[in-house]
């Protein structure tokens, strides 16, 4: 049966994200396309997320995206409507709001739009920018044996992997079984997989394991990749000062090179303790809403590396499995959804306080980054962030989900 599939569909022009698999040799998209062919009985995503290569497309590669090198005022109207949000919420939600919808102005709203965050998970985008500029060099003239590198590249887990409790799906092709786990020291995976498990599941331990490609890349060179033996003795002989200064190089470089200021977004270390403990972290990790609004109009104009890695990026970015907080909103079921989030909460002793996931009274950091592309052509981007203490603010980021749809469209 499966070579039967891989045959039937050689010969056509692969689309992604859910049939991507011949392209990017991710497994979970192999399962994720019998489930929308019907071979195997599951549930198949919302409408919004059943696009196909065809249909992704970057929104500002055009004089509309010329006109974004930069940004617009704010629009009286939409900021008069976005304002109105706030009166009753926290004083700490910041927001950026672009509406880039095709036959219409530019419309720019914001709300403390360059307060400085925690960005928790959102800080993953610096990463994947990162290893699409290491490929870049590699490989200056050809994306496909980026890719092709992407595919062939096999990482064992390692000490990078300690300790990360989101878990990822591993789908075994010739069995057809799916396992939902931990990364653990021995999980091998494809450069093209640990980097989808660090977007798409948010995965703390793909996150180091793509960095620390990433770094090799920009010290191997044209050797890369380095032979086990080799990887070990580089970062175990190196020294300190040095892994740490390459390492906030291969992130934040790309970032300076957008035109993204040190204070608008910048990832300051790591993201496993052991992963820490190997490459020593340098000061904070930091972003605005207005950082990373600049990071999702390069994308979408095509500039972060080049236009082929922009895409590619926009696509890891595709959601199609379960959507969460701001992604959640019905609003949204039909719209693709190109999105990443991040929390990270902190607590200390409280009488009549108990610390729970997303509560934290100290801090408690959740970041939604989004473009929304609706069936009725509306196109727009959110970047928002918020710091509200003893209170999960899932339910809020839902909640402004749905209100800023319908401000976008009416």
């Given at each position: 049966m499966i070579a039967l599939f891989l045959l039937t569909f050689a010969g056509e022009t692969i689309a992604y994200p859910w049939d991507g698999f011949s392209m990017t040799a991710i497994r979970r998209l192999f399962r994720l396309q019998l489930i929308m062919e019907g071979v195997i009985k599951d549930s198949k995503p919302v409408p919004g997320a059943q696009?196909?290569?065809?249909?992704?497309?970057?929104?500002?590669?055009?004089?509309?995206?010329?006109?974004?090198?930069?940004?617009?005022?704010?629009?009286?109207?939409?900021?008069?409507?976005?304002?109105?949000?706030?009166?009753?919420?926290?004083?700490?939600?910041?927001?950026?709001?672009?509406?880039?919808?095709?036959?219409?102005?530019?419309?720019?709203?914001?709300?403390?739009?360059?307060?400085?965050f925690m960005p928790g998970s959102v800080a993953k985008l610096a990463v994947l920018s990162g290893l699409f500029s290491e490929l870049e060099k590699l490989h200056p003239d050809s994306f496909k044996k980026r890719q092709a590198l992407m595919k062939s590249r096999m990482v064992r887990a390692g000490k990078w992997a300690n300790f990360d409790e989101h878990i990822i799906p591993i789908y075994n092709i010739n069995t057809q079984k799916l396992v939902k786990k931990v990364v653990a020291e021995n999980d091998t995976c494809s450069l093209y997989e640990?980097?989808?498990?660090?977007?798409?599941?948010?995965?703390?331990?793909?996150?180091?394991?793509?960095?620390?490609?990433?770094?090799?890349?920009?010290?191997?060179?044209?050797?890369?990749?380095?032979?086990?033996?080799?990887?070990?003795?580089?970062?175990?002989?190196?020294?300190?000062?040095?892994?740490?200064?390459?390492?906030?190089?291969?992130?934040?470089?790309?970032?300076?090179?957008?035109?993204?200021?040190?204070?608008?977004?910048?990832?300051?270390?790591?993201?496993?303790?052991?992963?820490?403990?190997?490459?020593?972290?340098d000061g904070g990790t930091i972003a605005s809403p207005y950082g990373l609004m600049k990071y999702m109009v390069a994308m979408e104009r095509g500039k972060i590396v080049d236009s082929n890695s922009s895409l590619e990026i926009k696509r890891l970015m595709y959601s199609t499995d379960r959507r969460i907080r701001y992604a959640?909103?019905?609003a949204l079921n039909n719209a693709a959804v190109f999105y990443k989030s991040g929390s990270l909460y902190r607590c200390k002793?409280?009488?009549?306080?108990?610390?729970?996931?997303?509560?934290?009274?100290?801090?408690?950091?959740?970041?939604?980054?989004?473009?929304?592309?609706?069936?009725?052509?509306?196109?727009?981007?959110?970047?928002?962030?918020?710091?509200?203490?003893?209170?999960?603010?899932?339910?809020?980021?839902?909640a402004l989900a749905s209100q800023i749809d319908k401000i976008i469209r009416k």
């Open positions: 696009k196909k290569l065809s249909q992704i497309q970057l929104n500002l590669m055009n004089t509309k995206g010329d006109s974004m090198a930069v940004f617009p005022a704010l629009n009286p109207a939409l900021q008069k409507s976005i304002n109105a949000l706030f009166p009753n919420m926290d004083e700490s939600y910041s927001l950026c709001v672009l509406d880039i919808t095709p036959g219409k102005p530019i419309r720019y709203a914001y709300r403390q739009e360059k307060r400085g640990w980097a989808d498990h660090m977007v798409s599941a948010s995965n703390n331990a793909a996150a180091s394991i793509v960095w620390k490609e990433a770094i090799l890349m920009r010290a191997y060179g044209v050797n890369y990749p380095p032979s086990p033996e080799q990887e070990e003795m580089f970062f175990r002989d190196t020294p300190k000062s040095q892994l740490r200064e390459l390492a906030m190089a291969v992130v934040n470089e790309p970032l300076r090179k957008l035109g993204i200021t040190k204070e608008e977004f910048t990832l300051g270390s790591m993201f496993t303790r052991d992963a820490k403990k190997i490459v020593p972290g959640a909103s019905t002793e409280e009488e009549g306080f108990s610390c729970k996931k997303y509560m934290g009274n100290v801090d408690n950091y959740m970041n939604s980054v989004v473009v929304v592309e609706q069936p009725d052509g509306s196109i727009y981007m959110v970047t928002l962030m918020s710091n509200v203490l003893r209170k999960n603010s899932a339910n809020d980021h839902f």
